[in-house]
């Protein structure tokens, strides 16, 4: 099932022994278009330091009671790196975070997570595999891979905020046709399937999805997302209704309109 990161906001974090906080934000890779970290805001726990939680860590969610179970502590929560929520994240940084709660690292694979679908399955243990310990880095490895973090530490930062987007333009190949007002995300692999378009300045506020791989290019300094798409094809999609739940249906007529390629036969 897909859902809105604007929703999500605000779920609750719960650690094996007790609350951490509220999601604030969520940082995706806007490479592979998939939340790689939930920013969660610790409240007056931690005095309002805001911490990052991998989607690894998450267990199944509590969508009623919108909690979100996740499998660490909150002394290794307490005493996990200190990382500016307001500045871009680093790979030295993400390396750091990593090592420290012993997760695999998600880069260097094929797929979204490594050479997995999804953020647990790159875990010990998911559905039969061995519970081995986690593998144990030797410095050797943790400093070559800081060295190569750190010929890229200049490089155009690729994890976003997904609050930060929100707002955005987006610019068709022949006109303005709304902006962001939301992220669409599958909850089992956290990959974002959609963007949510206002088109209220041109198309009398009716919503429009547009598929984050038909993005061309984004300025970030400008706020705007251009897509490879008429603002013709995008007004003559299927009819997005943010109030009922996206069927694969729906989505199957959506990407047939386009004449593009679905993402879950791929």
């Not at 007056?44 to 911490?51: A, C, I, M, P, Q």
């Not at 060295?147 to 155009?156: F, I, N």
């Amino acid at each position: 099932m897909l859902r809105n990161t604007n929703d999500l906001q605000g779920y609750a974090i719960q650690a094996t022994d007790g609350p951490i906080g509220h999601v604030k934000d969520f940082y995706f890779d806007d490479q592979a278009w998939v939340i790689r970290y939930l920013v969660v805001d610790t409240g007056t726990w931690l005095s309002s330091r805001e911490v990052l939680v991998s989607p690894v860590a998450l267990g199944q969610p509590n969508w009623s009671d919108k909690v979100l179970p996740a499998s660490m502590t909150k002394e290794q929560v307490k005493n996990s790196p200190d990382i500016d929520t307001n500045k871009p994240v680093s790979r030295q940084h993400e390396i750091e975070y990593l090592n420290y709660y012993s997760y695999p690292y998600y880069w260097g694979g094929s797929s979204l997570w490594g050479g997995e679908m999804g953020p647990n399955m790159i875990m010990p243990g998911y559905e039969g595999r061995a519970a081995a310990p986690p593998p144990v880095r030797t410095e050797a490895e943790i400093e070559q891979e800081q060295e190569r973090a750190a010929t890229r530490e200049h490089a155009d930062p690729h994890l976003r905020s997904c609050k930060a987007v929100v707002g955005y333009h987006i610019h068709a190949s022949d006109g303005d046709i709304g902006h962001v007002q939301g992220l669409l995300v599958d909850e089992e692999t956290w990959a974002i399937r959609y963007l949510v378009v206002d088109t209220s300045n041109w198309w009398l506020g009716h919503k429009v999805l547009i598929v984050p791989q038909w993005v061309d290019n984004i300025s970030w300094a400008d706020a705007k997302v251009s897509v490879n798409l008429t603002r013709q094809a995008v007004q003559n999609a299927p009819v997005y209704n943010p109030a009922v739940s996206l069927e694969r249906k729906h989505e199957d007529d959506f990407f047939k309109h386009h004449g593009r390629a679905n993402y879950w036969d791929h």
